[in-house]
Nanobody, 125 residues
Framework: QVQLVESGGGSVQAGGSLRLSCAASGYTYNNYYMGWFRQAPGKEREGVAAIDSDGSTSYADSVKGRFTISQDNAKKTLYLQMNSLKPEDTAMYYC???????????????????WGHGTQVTVSS
């Protein structure tokens, strides 16, 4: 069974940076999408960024130019570099994975079935 473990969250001031990591195990996909989603209290889970097994990336408009998603295939680890953080970025951040083939957009949370427990990001002003 797929297992995902997020780390790297914390508390920072506006304008600061954080680098999130997600260690993945238990999958044998050659072709896949991996993504970062976030959820703030009282809000729905929203897509932040996604990357496929070939390295193609997608970003939510709200984070373009500030966040960068990447992966280390040898280490089976997903990363999210977050720069110029804003208070509205405050949320629990989750990583996820699914095999290529769904008709859903890569940033639609309902298209993914496997999630980590999340890592908290808090940005103060």
């Amino acid at each position: 069974q797929v297992q995902l473990v997020e780390s790297g969250g914390g508390s920072v001031q506006a304008g600061g940076s954080l680098r999130l990591s997600c260690a993945a195990s238990g999958y044998t996909y050659n072709n896949y999408y991996m993504g970062w989603f976030r959820q703030a209290p009282g809000k729905e889970r929203e897509g932040v960024a996604a990357i496929d097994s070939d390295g193609s990336t997608s970003y939510a408009d709200s984070v373009k130019g500030r966040f960068t998603i990447s992966q280390d295939n040898a280490k089976k680890t997903l990363y999210l570099q977050m720069n110029s953080l804003k208070p509205e970025d405050t949320a629990m951040y989750y990583c996820t994975i699914r095999e290529v083939g769904s008709s859903f957009s890569v940033l639609v949370a309902e298209s993914y079935k496997c999630w980590g427990h999340g890592t908290q990001v808090t940005v103060s002003s």
